[in-house]
């Protein structure tokens, strides 16, 4: 499988932006057989729910509330997904996990928080 590191959490002010990055790496047979990268968030008590996606023809998928708000890209000869966030709100509040799936099997990030103060 591949191994993600993940960077770009932290604290910031509502209202203001971060950008999480998310590297993969790994043998070459698992790099090429990507084909999702994604970011999930949890806050406390509550269940783990996707943020965006990106699949491997390059279509994005948003939650709802991330809609309008985030960006999600990848840079293929990286290896690497990111997510901007903007407009950054309180409830955004959580740590925030990047996903990459290799054929059928999910790998998952360390996660990395993000706290928003109001």
């Known amino acids: 499988q591949v191994q993600l590191v993940e960077s770009g959490g932290g604290l910031v002010q509502a209202g203001g932006s971060l950008r999480l990055s998310c590297a993969a790496s790994?043998?070459?047979?698992?790099?090429?057989?990507?084909?999702?990268m994604g970011w999930y968030r949890q806050a406390p008590g509550k269940q783990r729910e996707l943020v965006a996606a990106?699949?491997?023809?390059?279509?994005?998928n948003y939650g709802d509330y991330a809609k309008g708000r985030f960006t999600i890209s990848r840079d293929n000869a990286k290896n690497t997904v990111y997510l901007q966030m903007n407009s950054l709100k309180p409830e955004d509040t959580a740590v925030y996990y990047c996903?990459?799936?290799?054929?059928?099997?999910?790998?998952w990030g360390q996660g990395t928080q993000v706290t928003v103060s109001s």
């Open positions: 996903a990459v799936r290799v054929m059928s099997f999910t790998n």
């Open positions: 790994g043998s070459s047979i698992s790099i090429n057989a990507i084909n999702l």
């Open positions: 990106i699949i491997r023809d390059g279509s994005t």
